[in-house]
């Protein structure tokens, strides 16, 4: 099914929020598609923002075989700032399309890092040989900056094939692919819209525009596939 992922059409608000409080309390989340503010002590000297993007990863077991993939057109705020990808095959696990990545410091206002990274024609077919389906996105990007106490950023996906996404995403959107025999185990979890925070909350946050693990309750293989990646801290 083609979907399209756009908070300017409003096909889908798929946005995310996280704060490090000072105040040592933790309120419940706001609305769908925005996280919680969560309560953590910042360092008392914190260092500078960090920021970082890729294209997206591989790295799985398939057939016995280690395949990976490292970080595609990766960037960093405090090293390289900008990449460039053509297509990326990881035979036979997925292909990527053209890329890029970008991390900047707005060191003419807030002092934000920010980073942001986008594809197209992503296709896995290694569920395919277990009767699963071909997945595709057309085009994703993922974006985040850091505020005050914390992170926000947003995802976008057009083209989305191989699953059923609703019409509105929340974060973390978890989808189990199965095979002819549904009462086997899963071939595939796909989590769109993923974000990632450590625990407890510290302001930062990874967010995955898609994000699938294979076989994740056992199989004859195993590991995961990220695409579209930022990470941003405000606290270094």
């Known amino acids: 099914m083609a979907q399209a992922i756009r908070n300017r ?38 260092a500078s923002p960090v920021s970082a993007a890729s294209v997206g990863s591989v790295d799985a077991v398939i057939d016995g075989q ?6 595609i057109a990766p960037c960093e705020v405090d090293g390289q700032r900008e990449a460039e990808s053509g297509a990326v095959s990881v035979d036979p696990v997925a292909g990527f399309g053209r ?13 934000a890092a920010e980073a942001e990274t986008s594809g197209r024609a992503f296709t896995s077919r290694v569920l395919r040989r277990y009767g699963g389906p071909l997945l595709r996105v057309s085009s994703y990007s993922a974006s985040c900056r850091t505020v005050d106490r914390g992170s926000e950023g947003s995802v976008e996906l057009r083209g989305v094939r191989g699953i059923d996404v609703p019409s509105d995403i929340p974060s973390n959107h978890t989808v189990l692919i199965h ?8 071939l595939a979890r796909v989590t769109v819209n993923e974000m990632v925070t450590p625990s407890p909350p510290d302001g930062s946050m990874t967010l995955n525009a898609m994000r ?9 293989d195993s590991g995961e596939i990220v695409v579209g990646s930022v990470s941003c801290d405000p606290f270094g």
């Not at 280690?66 to 970080?71: K, M």
């Not at 699938?212 to 004859?220: H, K, M, Q, V, Y």
């Open 9 to 46: 059409f409003a096909v889908v608000a798929a946005c995310a929020l996280v704060v490090a409080s000072l105040t040592g309390t933790t309120s419940a989340a706001e609305t769908t598609g925005r996280a919680s503010e969560h309560a953590s002590q910042p360092p008392e000297s914190p």
């Open 66 to 71: 280690r395949v990976r993939q490292d970080p």
């Open 99 to 111: 890329g890029s990545s970008r991390c900047r410091m707005d060191t003419e206002g807030s002092g």
């Open 179 to 186: 095979g002819p025999d549904e009462s086997q185990p899963p």
């Open 212 to 220: 699938i693990e294979l076989f994740p309750e056992g199989g004859p």
